[in-house]
């Protein structure tokens, strides 16, 4: 999207951050907008809201690699730390071909507000490599990997930044990259990533985790909205580890799944879709192309069905201004981070559609996170019975808060988990002070 004019006053302000173009100003944009909308909220520390238009620390890293056929490959890498005032830096890595700095440093404000919109005492980060990982080999990807780790090392560690998986990563790569900084040590570090494989420190109930927080967020604004899980129709953009893990806890709930999407196709079946089905299709043949369980549909239309919920859980800027204008959801549950852009959010609230914003809706991923780096430090783990039941107290629970302080301000719940948010950040900021 173009910048608007609230976009445009705060690259204005952002003058001294150089490697933004403002030719080009998106999703870093939108992370200013929305953080522009709290500025009246936010009382006396006001002062320091420039602190969240700044981040802390951004690495751009060169990684070489000797490819198979034995020439000589160069990927581009980075790094951002966006603000560590209340704990270690919290984000994942994403290996795509499209990954900018831009991105990343929007990806990382994101995960700042995030951790504090639900009360982790992290801060944000997130990293990012420029390869599509289904054009290299094992090997390569492995030497990538490591790479990556080694140069970024630097910054990283249990106490300093714990990255995470996400698009184009998993657990795998978690493990690699936990092995690669270990060996740099010269000794084993569970804590430096999340995501892990059980066998090396991970928690039971990762992989689920974000998903189920979608579904979570999404039971409990239907509850508000008077919308109940069980018969409602749902639309899923993504079906992956978010949009395929959570459609198949809504089709468990009762639900009827009436379109699902992936990068490989689009489908509808208004009788409902077999989620088990189709999850078992993308698992054998990469994606949803070619499942017999529903028709294809054309993007656009997808996004104009009719339902109660609309789960965007792919990337950013997906819900644009002329998409939300076409949109017959009851209610959007953000899966993805940055799914909607600023101005489209405004054109869903003016409809009467409710947004339950990624800050909150896709939490279930890093609250999980959160639970495997407290188990690696003790070196205690807890069942998956107890983790799902922690996560449902913590995800309620900062649901609850959000819906209440929207209601009492008047505002969308992105603005009050921004509010929220922003207020803890600043504070621990404000407390901590300017050192030196």
């Known amino acids: 999207m173009s910048a608007t004019p609230n976009t445009q006053q705060g690259f204005e302000r952002l003058a001294g951050l150089s490697y933004l173009n403002p030719a080009a100003p998106e999703p870093w944009a939108s992370f200013v907008e929305q953080i522009e909308r709290v500025r009246p909220y936010l009382g006396s520390l006001e002062r320091w809201i420039e602190t969240l238009k700044h981040p802390k620390r951004t690495l751009i890293v060169d990684v070489p690699i000797e490819r198979d056929d034995g020439t000589v490959a160069h990927y581009e890498g980075y790094r951002v730390q966006h603000n560590l005032s209340r704990g270690p830096g919290k984000g994942g890595v994403r290996f795509h071909p499209d990954v900018t700095l831009?991105?990343?440093?929007?990806?990382?404000?994101?995960?700042?507000?995030?951790?504090?919109?639900?009360g982790l005492p992290f801060g944000g980060a997130k990293g990012g490599i420029r390869v599509d990982p289904t054009t290299v080999s094992k090997g390569e990807l492995q030497r990538i990997t490591r790479r990556y780790t080694s140069e970024i090392g630097i910054i990283i560690g249990p106490d300093k930044d714990i990255p995470a998986p996400d698009v184009g990563t998993n657990a795998m790569t978690m493990a690699v990259m936990m092995d690669t900084f270990s060996m740099n040590r010269g000794g084993t570090a569970t804590g430096v990533v999340t995501g892990k494989p059980i066998a090396l420190g991970g928690s039971l109930g990762r992989q689920e985790a974000t998903g189920r927080g979608v579904f979570i967020t999404a039971r409990e604004a239907g509850r508000q909205m008077g919308v109940p899980i069980e018969g409602a129709r749902v639309v899923v953009q993504g079906f992956g580890n978010v949009g395929g893990i959570g459609a198949r806890l809504f089709h468990a709930a009762g639900a009827r799944v009436i379109a699902v999407a992936d990068h490989t196709a689009t489908l509808v079946n208004e009788a409902g879709i077999d989620i088990p089905a189709a999850m078992a299709h993308a698992a054998e043949n990469g994606g949803l192309k070619g499942f017999a369980g529903a028709s294809p549909i054309d993007i656009e239309d997808f996004w104009r069905l009719e339902c109660e919920f609309l789960v965007p859980a792919a990337l950013e800027g997906q819900l644009t201004v002329e998409r939300a204008a076409g949109v017959r959801a009851r209610i959007v549950v953000e899966g993805a981070n940055g799914p909607t852009t600023p101005a489209a959010d405004d054109v869903l609230r003016e409809r009467g559609t409710l947004v339950v914003p990624d800050v909150l809706a896709?939490?279930?991923?890093?609250?999980?996170?959160?639970?495997?780096?407290?188990?690696?430090?003790?070196?205690?783990?807890?069942?998956?019975?107890?983790?799902?039941e922690r996560?449902?107290?913590?995800?309620?629970?900062?649901?609850?808060?959000?819906?209440?302080?929207?209601?009492?301000?008047?505002?969308s719940l992105r603005t009050a988990a921004f509010i929220i948010a922003c207020q803890r950040v600043l504070e621990a900021r404000a407390e901590r002070g300017l050192y030196p």
């Open 391 to 411: 996560l449902e107290r913590i995800m309620v629970g900062a649901f609850s808060a959000i819906w209440k302080l929207a209601q009492e301000k008047h505002v």
């Open 102 to 118: 831009n991105e990343v440093m929007a990806l990382a404000g994101w995960m700042t507000v995030k951790n504090a919109a639900v």
């Open 362 to 388: 896709n939490a279930g991923g890093v609250t999980v996170s959160y639970f495997e780096w407290v188990q690696d430090f003790s070196s205690f783990f807890w069942t998956e019975d107890e983790i799902n």
